[in-house]
């Protein structure tokens, strides 16, 4: 029989042999993968991503008397990292380190005094590939200071205060799509999540039960949140609502849509557009997933690459191809994944042809000269919690 102890005893051991005795316990946050709803959520819509089963975990211990606080990744090459909870500066270049000292000061921002503590990463969730490793080391560490500072916080004010790290310690304008899939997520389930009013709601996504998986295919096209990109978008979501007179595109529906082509200019219109349409379609795939299961969705991911491609034009060549050559080869519906310009795309796949849909997106990349993807399965895992 094997013990929760036991089963983290490469953890247990690296943070021994690092620091030179036992960590308090082990905790985890796994990455995320949005199933649809994209560019929705500074709309106050709706998103559904779900938790995966690539996970960071972090052995840590506090230091009571101290306000030291010591970092190592053992994805890292940097060794230990050493800061002063008393010195931390907003968006001081701390590396990976701003993660966790991201959510530290969260927590004493919110009146919980953290103690200094020891902490060593070790994550599975594929860096930079719009997978969110950051959000899982952020949501990995504030599960862990939350129970060892005897702090009793809702799952979420837990995703409030990871929130507050990103956009007022790392520097990040993120919303809650990321920590809420990370802390709230189930086995099993996508995590429907409404951003007007932040309620949560699991809804059964089981792709294993009907014989699928979803292949995640990472272009790495470098992409970059931070980029006019992205504050364009916003800016003409925001001016699409003021012309349409309603606080957010949340308010519209695709009844809507023939007054806003009167009323707006083509480019705005269509940005509106994918928002709306994309609400739309986060609320069918809800209710498709409850009363048909995973192998119904397939069309709403087509249409929402689509609406993201045409009308949001966020994607890019590299994307198109993961997209168009998954679906050639059996997939029963892909779609870029993440803000869009380069990043992710996932592929709803059946079991039985996994290995052709993964030979004809490699076969595709290479006949177009483009950096080698990355292609793995991933399925709807369980949120952060204790390990050991
Ligand atoms: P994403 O969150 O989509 O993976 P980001 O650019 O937001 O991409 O976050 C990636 C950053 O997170 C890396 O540059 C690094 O600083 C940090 N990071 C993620 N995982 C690890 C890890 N295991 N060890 C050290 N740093 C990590
Ligand atoms: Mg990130």
């Given at each position: 029989m094997t013990s929760p102890e036991h089963e983290q005893q490469d953890l247990f051991t690296s943070f021994r042999e690092v620091f030179g005795h036992e960590a308090d316990g082990v905790w985890m946050a796994p990455g995320r993968v949005n199933l649809i709803g994209e560019h929705t959520d500074y709309n106050d819509g709706f998103v559904l991503p779900f938790a995966i089963d690539r996970r960071a975990r972090v052995a840590v211990r506090t230091l009571p008397d101290s306000r030291t606080v010591r970092l190592v990744s053992a994805q890292g090459t940097d060794g230990v990292l050493e800061f002063d909870l008393d010195s931390l500066e907003p968006q001081g270049g701390y590396g990976w380190a701003t993660y966790p000292l991201g959510v530290a000061w969260a927590l004493e921002r919110s009146g919980i005094r953290v103690p200094g503590f020891e902490l060593f990463l070790d994550s599975t969730v594929p860096l930079g590939s719009g997978l969110s490793s950051s959000h899982a080391i952020e949501c990995a560490t504030i599960t862990a200071l939350a129970e060892l500072t005897g702090a009793s916080l809702s799952a979420q004010e837990l995703v409030l205060l990871t929130q507050k790290g990103e956009n007022d310690f790392v520097g990040a304008p993120t919303g809650i799509l990321d920590q809420s899939a990370s802390l709230r997520g189930e086995r099993g389930h996508a995590v429907f999540l409404d951003c007007r009013d932040q309620s949560v709601e699991l809804i059964p996504f089981d792709a294993e039960a009907d014989d699928l998986l979803m292949l995640v295919i990472d272009t790495r096209v470098a992409h970059s949140h931070s980029d006019g990109g992205y504050a364009s978008r916003r800016a003409a979501c925001e001016a699409g609502a003021a012309a349409l007179g309603v606080p957010a595109l949340r308010d519209l529906g695709v009844d809507d849509l023939p007054r806003a082509k009167e009323l707006l200019d083509d480019l705005t219109f269509r940005r509106v557009r994918h928002v709306v349409t994309e609400d739309a379609r986060v609320l069918e795939t809800v209710s498709a997933l409850k009363s048909?299961?995973?192998?119904?969705i397939g069309s709403l991911l087509d249409a929402s690459h689509v609406s993201m491609r045409?009308?949001?034009?966020?994607?890019?060549p590299e994307l198109d191809l993961a997209v168009s050559s998954a679906r050639d080869a059996g997939a029963l519906g892909a779609r870029m994944t993440g803000g869009g310009f380069g990043g992710s795309a996932i592929a709803l796949t059946p079991r039985a042809v996994e290995s052709q849909v993964r030979a004809a997106v490699l076969e595709a990349f290479s006949a177009a000269g483009f950096t080698e993807p990355q292609l793995f399965a991933v399925s709807p895992a369980e949120g952060a919690r204790r390990l050991a």
């Open positions: 048909e299961g995973a192998a119904a045409d009308d949001f034009e966020i994607s890019c």
